[in-house]
């Protein structure tokens, strides 16, 4: 369909709604309210849009070199992060490449969606996986932690994986509580983490928590177009590949270490998404990590109120593991949460996050993460109050105002 028969309809009638919708252009900004990817900052689109480079040149190895030290920094450590031009499930596999063997346990914890992903690619690359399932509602249990860890007195587990922010459920397991109970277990195992969903939204210390990999990607907190993948690494992690024997090439830490010493890469980088990392890492910075947490947790709190005062329930039970980067709602029983985010997108050019696995239709998620502020967490939360309604389903007005309330009353 052309513009001009949106324009007038198809037999020169006015448009209808779905006319509208399929048109090419919608006036105003879109809202990309999914928990990633995210709204990326006309500043960081400014400098991708920027001659592509000489990978080998000198003006490289500046970028190079000054973005690997800037890059530590978000992640809160001293050590090596790897930059993968890659997806989030790409960085997934080098964590676990890189650091086991064949036929090693790993434990892992069902904690929604990802973290059956994580596990399912575990398991395809050879290793045993020891799955503790859970009920999508809550985060890693310390204390199960430290239970299965101190039985295993043959130290057969070698990795803990855990999801920090599940994004299927808006839970954030708490870290340093199991970097504590493997500790108190007094168990080896390496501690990675998939930190897709936090990374520069939620706190998180890669050094000060102990943990050995931490995956990032660049198209959530980053503010960055999907494309970069990251692992952080701790010196144990890297002591641990020197004698990890599953089959890695692309994907292999050393040669990329090595490279990187220099500002390069051993094979072709992606270089404008390294503009834009540049870019972005300087907001963060500008702002200040703190700042950048607690901006997110506000509005988290703003959208729980909203949520509270719609007679709707978050997926998340325990208050401790509320999500600071996006909330998951459970609709009321005969409602579909798909038709929610298809009125929403319709009527709004919002779009919302769909429920992911065995929440499919049940759960719809709000991002507020990234690039965001008061008046785009307000303009949010109008379209759901509105999508909710228009949508049939039954909630009591006043959302809106409940959040703005807390958003008025904190800076
Ligand atoms: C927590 C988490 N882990 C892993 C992934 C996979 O990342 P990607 O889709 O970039 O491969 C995602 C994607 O949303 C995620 O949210």
């Known amino acids: 369909m052309s513009r001009a028969d949106v324009a007038v309809g198809p037999d020169h009638e006015p448009p209808t709604r779905a006319d509208r919708a399929a048109a ?36 490289f190895a500046r970028l190079g070199l000054d973005l690997l030290e800037a890059i530590k920094g978000v992640f809160q450590t001293e050590g090596p992060v790897v930059i993968y031009p890659s997806s989030g499930t790409g960085a997934w596999e080098a964590a676990l490449v890189n650091t086991v063997s064949p036929g090693d346990r790993v434990l892992a914890f069902e904690t929604g969606h990802f973290s059956i992903l994580w596990r399912a690619m575990a398991e395809r690359l050879g290793l045993e996986v020891e799955w503790v399932p859970g ?33 299927s459920t808006g839970v954030t397991s708490r870290i340093p509580a199991i970097r504590a109970a493997i500790d108190a277990a007094a168990h080896p195992a390496l501690l990675l983490v998939d930190t897709i969903s936090s990374l520069a939204s ?43 024997r599953l089959p890695r090439s692309y994907w292999e830490w050393q040669p990329i270490i ?20 540049r870019e972005a890492v300087a907001m963060l910075m500008e702002e200040g990590l703190p700042a950048v947490f607690a901006r997110h947790e506000r509005h988290a709190e703003a959208t729980r109120r909203a949520v509270r005062a719609w007679g709707l329930e978050v997926v998340c039970a325990d208050e401790r593991e ?27 050019d919002m779009s919302l996050g769909t429920g992911l ?49 807390h958003l008025g009353g904190t800076a």
């Open 24 to 59: 090419l252009h919608r006036s105003g900004r879109h809202f990309l309210q999914i928990p990633g990817p995210t709204n990326v900052p006309d500043r960081v689109l400014r400098a991708i849009d920027a001659p592509t480079i000489d990978h080998r040149g000198p003006q």
């Open 258 to 277: 090595e490279a990187n010493r220099a500002g390069f890469w051993p094979y072709t980088p992606p270089t404008n998404l390294l503009y834009g990392l």
């Open 357 to 405: 696995g065995k929440l499919r239709g049940r759960v719809f998620r709000i991002g507020h993460l990234g690039h965001f502020n008061d008046l785009m967490l307000a303009g949010t939360l109008c379209g759901v109050e509105l999508g909710l309604a228009l949508a049939g389903v039954p909630i009591s007005r006043g959302g809106i105002d409940a959040a703005l309330e």
């Open 322 to 348: 509320h999500s600071g980067s996006l909330t998951a709602i459970l609709m009321p029983a005969g409602h579909d949460a798909d038709e929610v985010r298809r009125v929403v997108l319709e009527r709004f």
């Open 202 to 244: 939620i706190d998180y210390r890669h050094d000060e928590w102990g943990v050995d990999v931490t995956v990032g990607c660049s198209q959530k907190g980053l503010m960055l177009p999907p494309g970069l993948g990251f692992n952080a690494i701790s010196e144990k992690a890297l002591a641990a590949s020197a004698s990890a």
């Open 135 to 167: 009920d999508w509602r809550h985060g890693v249990d310390p204390d199960t932690v430290q239970r299965i860890l101190a039985a295993d007195a043959g130290h057969a587990i070698r990795a803990v994986t855990v999801v920090h922010n599940e994004t």
